[in-house]
């Protein structure tokens, strides 16, 4: 019997071809290739490849005791403690981590805000009856956000026990939407099965832009859209890894050395331009695309301290301006995307 996940279909990532399941082992098996596939804490695993900071198993094993804890903690509880099993991630960040995760549903609001504009509607009606899938999902606070709406969403991340944490937000919110462990570059997902996919950050850490545009592309309805939020590659502003400014221009050696130096991980990453990523959609086959600078909210400033602060409020006056709009895109902190199938 076809495997559905909360009423959708889920395919083999290799071969496109039916999923059957799960065995008595938790597992579902491909009827075409035979590939199999397990379920981990209640997740489908149905990536290719993993996670390029963790193995399969180790992301495997670290998802299966999050959630051993979640009838005892609560959600923000359980992030702590994946920062307690987590020991690389330096203090510093650890603290910023777990504010940006509890204040994930929040900043996920003001993220659909700022779609709207270029949408031209409020996204429940761009979404309609069809279904939002949000690549790059991490512990899911845009899945959560659209959930609470009434959006029929389904949120998808290489990183499992990021999606563990995420089902535990989703639970606390008493909100429900399948998560599924996949590639960008493969998903598990019939042709044409979404009205809008979202790339939240994630687009410029994925193995394979163009692959991940592509399936994109492939999953999407015709008139679907598109909604990208990347850094910009070319922005003279604090990088968004290691935090140097005008680090976007730096060689990924020298951003690798400064991560080291932080004692955190060097970042598997490759920023776009402006122009850069509108060639890749265009080149993924995506129409209407058009390229702009999000806004960043009077909430989302208060976040910031000095002259960071200071900054976020001269970007905001900037990208009203049409001058400086046009500036901000080329050098500006962020660039967010929309595209069409057509």
Known sequence: MTYLLCGIELVCPKCRSELIGPDEGCQLECTSCRARYPIVAGIPDLRVFPDPYISFRGDRVKGQMLERHFDAMRFSEICELYFDVTPEVPPHDVRTNLSRLVGGVSRAETAIASMEGPLGAPVEQVVGEGTWLD????SAPLVAALAKRGIACVGVDVALRWLVIGRKRLLELGVEAPLVAA???ALPFRDGQFQMISYQHTLEVVQDQRSALLE???TSRGGGHLVVSTPNGRSLGPDPHVGVFGGAWLPWRVVSMLARLQM???PWRRLLSAGALEEALRGAGWSDVSVTTPGVSASQQAQFTGLSRTMAGWYESAR?????AQLLKLIGPLLQATATRR
């Not at 690549?135 to 991490?138: A, E, P, Y």
């Open 135 to 138: 690549v790059g999902c991490g």
């Open 183 to 185: 590639c960008a570059e």
């Open 216 to 218: 994109a592309f492939r």
């Open 264 to 266: 955190a991980r060097p």
């Open 320 to 324: 009203q301006r049409p001058g400086t």
